[in-house]
């Protein structure tokens, strides 16, 4: 199947395959897609489910004013490329009421294939997702340690802070690596940290980060270590994407 996306575009790159622009008509099943999906996890048993708004896939794409240039009222203005991860929110919550936990995932702005994202619109969104009923906002920062580039002497997740009521809670995740890379985001405003490369290549990380003394494990490890760890051989593929972890 042809790849969708708000817009048509294409990408210099390995691999690319130039999505066609969905039709309007195609965006309410999208919207009822999600919705299934979160009533399956709901079945499940599971306690929750988060909505992945970040890194460039779909609902990214519809947030980014350079990706979505549609003018059929889900795209444009910011109200228009925010219509549908608002509308898939409110579906899911719909299909997981409380006690379940709804979040949703963004980037702040631009990196890597999360392009055509201005920070103020995404504490914006954000905002307006918390009135959509999610409970909490997983900002992907790709590094924790820095500023935003719009406002280099603010911190994203200090400023989303500020836009969300206090019962809105905060995920942050973003070069994760030590004990003190954690608390340096929990002291802006987080309630949770999460890891992700570091956990990959150390999976008990948690236990690890309480020791005295504790150096993380930073890689690049073989594909027979990280299958030591649980990682599998397909898995071990994926993260030669990324430098540093699959030597």
């Known amino acids: 199947m042809q790849p969708v996306s708000a817009t048509a575009f294409s990408e210099e790159r390995d691999g690319f395959e130039p999505p066609r622009a969905a039709t309007s008509d195609e965006l309410p099943s999208f919207v009822d897609a999600f919705g299934q999906a979160a009533a399956r996890v709901g079945r499940a048993g599971f306690h929750g489910v988060e909505i992945h708004g ?8 519809f947030l980014s004013a350079t990706m979505n240039t549609r003018a059929d009222g889900w795209g444009g203005d910011l109200e228009g490329r925010a219509r549908l991860i608002r509308a898939v929110a409110r579906r899911v919550r719909e299909e997981l009421p409380r006690p379940a936990i709804v979040g949703v995932r963004l980037s702040p702005e631009d990196y890597g294939l999360a392009k055509g994202l201005d920070v103020d619109e995404t504490i914006e969104v954000a905002a307006r997702l918390a009135d959509d009923g999610v409970d ?36 942050a995740a973003g070069g994760v690596w030590t004990p003190e890379d954690a608390a340096s985001l929990l ?3 987080a309630d949770i940290v999460a890891v992700g490369r570091a956990a990959i290549l150390d999976r008990d990380w948690p236990e690890h980060a309480r020791e005295p003394g504790f150096t993380p494990i930073r890689g690049p490890l073989s594909p ?24």
């Open 54 to 61: 970040a890194h460039g896939y779909l609902l990214s794409q």
């Open 136 to 171: 909490y906002v997983h900002l992907s920062l790709w590094d924790g340690s820095r500023n935003t580039a719009k406002h280099p002497a603010e911190h994203a997740v200090s400023m989303l802070r500020r836009a969300l009521p206090s019962e809105v809670r905060i995920v």
């Open 187 to 189: 002291a802006r405003g």
């Open 224 to 247: 027979e270590e990280l299958g030591a760890r649980a990682v599998s051989p397909r898995f071990v593929e994926y993260l030669r994407r990324f430098k540093g972890i699959v030597a």
